[in-house]
């Protein structure tokens, strides 16, 4: 077996379609039917169950395609390394975030950071929160900066709180309402609202669903899209009362909206979070200036 098997097996696998993993790997499907029979047979069971009609993973297939990916993922890593060494580089820093609540401050701290640390390489994945925290746990991301999710006590990352959002509405300029300096969520009863889905954003969805029943109601939800600049897109077209965090950056061109703080007030929390397996130079570097910048006041107020 060599590494040439398992990546045709993956191809295979992930397509589930022999003509496509071929295709991908631009290679003949015979040479490629015959790679995947040597692995099954060095094995000695079945890894792909194929007929006329379809191609499907048997049980043994599915585990090879897990650990086909965590060793294959982790050759990259060691790959990565052994460049950066030998380029001079000192270290890698891969930072997953959330998008809207960290636009105020982010484009700011990496510049700083960059500045600072030249020889640190460093790569941005924008995620959902429970993805940050599951590619953290998992060694995928050296840090994040997220919310809070359900299982996040289960992980056992280290946290640090850099700001409590307090929920707020959303509504065009022009509407009855947004010369209210701050509103009851009972104003929202019966009101067509526009809040984020709850994949991508858990602590937030749930943080309106429970402070609308405390205040006695069931939200009726006009939309859920998976973006926050969609939520602000309906609140302009007039679809309805949007549900943000106050933290969001509102659009330069268009239709004017204005926030407006929600009382009684519920918070939303935005962390960073790392591993201590994991702690290295960078990640320790990154969060000593984020640090600086939270107790500073930089990281909301440029300076």
Same mark, same amino acid.
């Given at each position: 077996?060599? $590494? ?35 692995? /099954?047979?060095?094995?000695?069971? $079945? ?34 390394? @052994? ?5 001079? /580089? ?34 941005? /994945? ?34 640090? +709180? ?10 065009? @300029? ?51 899209? +998976? ?9 302009? +077209? ?30 939303? *929390? ?12 960078? @990640? ?17 107020? *440029?300076?």
């Amino acid at each position: 077996m060599d $590494l040439r098997h398992l990546r045709y097996f993956q191809a295979v696998a992930e397509e589930l379609s022999f003509s496509r993993a071929a295709r991908r790997l631009r290679i003949a499907q015979p040479a490629l039917s015959r790679a995947v029979q040597e692995l /099954e047979r060095e094995l000695g069971v $079945l890894l792909i169950d194929r007929n006329r009609h379809s191609t499907r993973l048997t049980p043994a297939g599915t585990v090879l395609l897990h650990e086909t990916g965590v060793t294959l993922e982790r050759l990259e890593e060691s790959l990565r390394r @052994v460049r950066r060494t030998a380029v001079g /580089e000192e270290g890698e820093l891969r930072l997953g975030y959330i998008g809207p609540p960290t636009q105020p401050f982010l484009g700011r701290l990496l510049n700083e950071f960059g500045r600072r640390f030249p020889r640190v390489s460093i790569h941005l /994945e924008e995620r959902t929160p429970e993805r940050v925290w599951e590619m953290v746990a998992k060694g995928r991301l050296s840090i994040g900066i997220t919310r809070p999710v359900q299982a996040h006590e289960a992980l056992g990352l280290q946290t640090m +709180s850099l700001r409590d959002e307090r929920i707020c509405a959303v509504v065009p @300029v022009t509407h009855p309402l947004a010369t209210r300096k701050s509103l009851p969520w009972t104003a929202l009863e019966d009101k067509p609202l526009i809040v984020l889905a709850r994949r991508e954003g858990v602590g937030l969805h749930d943080g309106i669903i429970a402070a609308c029943r405390t205040a006695g109601f069931t939200p009726a939800f006009a939309q859920t899209p +998976s973006l926050v600049g969609t939520v602000l897109s309906y609140v302009e +077209s007039g679809a309805g009362i949007g549900i943000v965090s106050e933290g969001i950056s509102m659009p330069s061109s268009g239709v004017a909206l204005k926030l407006i703080p929600l009382t009684p007030s519920s918070t939303v *929390p935005l962390v960073t979070v790392w591993s201590d397996d994991r702690d290295d130079p960078p @990640v320790q570097a990154f969060r000593l200036l984020l640090s600086h910048w939270l107790k500073s006041g930089k990281l909301w107020k *440029p300076s």
